[in-house]
């Protein structure tokens, strides 16, 4: 088992690697993924922009510490794919669909803040599926498998909420969805301690995170229908 922290261009070898080979599947992170082929500054771009990150990761000189920083680089990647991953989800358009645009960007140009935040979501997607590579493949970081995708649930509960309740309109819509507005301080905490546990995982955990081990049916247990949408 690898003992050493990684060196910089190691990680960078392997992410450009990772891209390349998405540009040649069907699988729907991998076409997200390979947008970054589109032009020549869009790669650029991206490569700046993950050669920052994974200078976060390599500029620790124990490995202990590089996963730990991996780990915060797939949080904060996630978090920024959150806004237009919502607005496919929940396919909004006209008013509603500026209003959430207005939430995030203010007074900016409309379409500017459109086309930014698709940028965004394509040069993060293609670094988060970067980081699961690294993650599997080099760091054989348990905690990208079960722990991230729950955390990636909670997030996407909790984002779901806060811009359903903002961007309530009608007497009909906030009276609806007062319940899921009293949730959301839960919901944020939930993600917090979430994130906190993950973070603080050894590298090959004796066992499963709790929150995983409590979801994992056990004969007794069915899935019920979810609040969230």
């Known amino acids: 088992m690898q003992l050493q922290a990684y060196r910089h261009a190691r990680l960078m070898e392997e992410s450009e690697w990772r891209v390349e080979r998405a540009a040649y599947s069907r699988a729907p992170a991998d076409m997200v993924a390979s947008r970054v082929f589109d032009t020549r500054d869009t790669y650029r ?17 124990r490995l202990a510490n590089q996963v730990t920083a991996l780990r915060a680089t797939a949080f904060t990647l996630l978090h920024k794919r959150a806004l237009f991953e919502y607005l496919r989800d929940r396919a ?16 900016r140009d409309y379409t500017n803040a459109v086309l930014a935040e698709h ?8 670094s988060y599926l970067c980081t699961h590579h690294i993650a599997d493949e080099l760091m054989h970081d348990s905690a990208f498998d079960e722990p991230l995708q729950l955390y990636e ?6 984002f779901r909420a806060y811009c359903d309740v903002e961007l309530a309109e009608s007497a009909e819509e906030r009276e609806e969805l007062q319940a899921l507005g009293a949730l959301r301080p839960l919901l ?8 906190q546990a993950i973070l603080a995982m050894p ?11 409590i979801r994992k049916p056990n004969g007794d247990t069915q899935r019920m229908r979810a609040i969230f949408g």
């Open 119 to 126: 940028g965004t979501y394509v040069r993060c997607s293609s």
């Open 153 to 158: 649930q909670f997030h996407a509960e909790y």
């Open 92 to 107: 909004l358009t006209g008013a509603k669909r500026h209003k959430l645009f207005g939430l995030f960007y203010g007074c």
């Open 45 to 61: 771009r991206w490569a700046l922009e993950h050669d920052r990150l994974m200078r976060g990761v390599s500029s620790n000189d």
């Open 203 to 213: 590298l090959a955990p004796a066992q499963d995170w709790r929150e995983v081990r």
């Open 188 to 195: 944020k905490y939930r993600l917090a301690e979430a994130r």
